[in-house]
C-alpha cells in the first residue's frame, strides 16, 4: 500500500459531460501529481502541485484543470468529455519537490467515456 | 525534457539475475536517476533512486556509469512476480517524464 487513495476506482460517463477525481496523498507529502495512462500507452505526464501552487504543466488540455487544496488533498476536473479521455488517472505524491524525493502512486481511476 | 532509452522489451530466467539498461546521455548534474515499476493492473511502485554512487536497497541494485550517461537496473534474483513494466526517468525538480520502459518477462 503506498498511503495514496484515489477515489473512485471506477468512473463510466457519457461523451460530454463532467466528472471530478480525487487524490489524497501520503500523511507529510506536500507535492501531487497527475498523470494519464491510456491503453498500452505510456504515463502522460500532466500537471503537479506543491503545497497549494502549480507547480509544472505536461500538456494538459484546456478541458481539464486541477487544483490543491489547503488540506493538500488534489482533484482533476475533466469536462466535455471525449471518447479520447477513456483512460487510467493516476496520481503520485512526493514529500518535496527536490529531485531526490520518490514518487508514491495510487493505484488509479479508471475513466471509461461512453 | 529529460530524455531517457529503454528497450522495449526483456525476458529472463526465473531465480536468474536480471540487468534492466537505461540511456540518458543528456542528464545533467543534478539530475537523479529514478526507477519504478508497473505490474498489471497497479499504478507504477516506486523501486530505486540515485545520483552518482552505486546504490542498493531490499528490492534491486542501482549502477550508475561513471559518466552518469548511462545506468542499469539490477534484479539479483528473479521471480515471477517481477514481470513488469520497468520504467527509468530523470527526476529534475519539475514535470517527470516517463518513457515507454521496458516489458520484463520472466521465463519459468
Known amino acids: 500500500d503506498s498511503g495514496v487513495t484515489q477515489t473512485p476506482k471506477h468512473l463510466i460517463t457519457a461523451t460530454g459531460q463532467r466528472v471530478t477525481l480525487r487524490c489524497s496523498p501520503r500523511s507529510g507529502d506536500l507535492s501531487v501529481y497527475w498523470y494519464q495512462q491510456s491503453l498500452d500507452q505510456g504515463l502522460q505526464f500532466l500537471i503537479q502541485?506543491?503545497?497549494?501552487?502549480?507547480?509544472a504543466k505536461g500538456n494538459i488540455l484546456e478541458r481539464f484543470s486541477a487544483q490543491q487544496f489547503p488540506d493538500l488533498h488534489s482533484e482533476l476536473n475533466l469536462s466535455s468529455l471525449e471518447l479520447g479521455d477513456s483512460a487510467l488517472y493516476f496520481c503520485?505524491?512526493?514529500?518535496?519537490?527536490?529531485?531526490?524525493?520518490?514518487?508514491?502512486f495510487g493505484n488509479g481511476t479508471r475513466l471509461t467515456v461512453t | 525534457d529529460a530524455k531517457t532509452t529503454q528497450p522495449n522489451s526483456m525476458e529472463s530466467n526465473e531465480e536468474e539475475p536480471v540487468h534492466l539498461p537505461c540511456n540518458h546521455s543528456?542528464?545533467?548534474?543534478?539530475?537523479?536517476i529514478h526507477w519504478y515499476r508497473q505490474l498489471p493492473s497497479q499504478g507504477p511502485e516506486y523501486v530505486i533512486h540515485?545520483?552518482?554512487s552505486n546504490v542498493n536497497n531490499r528490492m534491486a541494485s542501482l549502477a550508475i556509469a561513471e559518466d552518469r550517461k548511462s545506468s542499469t537496473l539490477i534484479l539479483h534474483r528473479a521471480t515471477l512476480r517481477d514481470a513488469a513494466v520497468y520504467y527509468c526517468?530523470?527526476?529534475?525538480?519539475?514535470?517527470?517524464?516517463f518513457g515507454k520502459g521496458t516489458r520484463l518477462h520472466i521465463l519459468p
Open positions: 543528456t542528464i545533467s548534474g543534478t539530475d537523479y
Open positions: 503520485a505524491s512526493s514529500r518535496w519537490t527536490k529531485s531526490n524525493s520518490p514518487l508514491h
Open positions: 540515485g545520483l552518482t
Open positions: 502541485y506543491y503545497n497549494g501552487e502549480e507547480r
Open positions: 526517468i530523470l527526476n529534475r525538480d519539475d514535470k517527470i517524464i
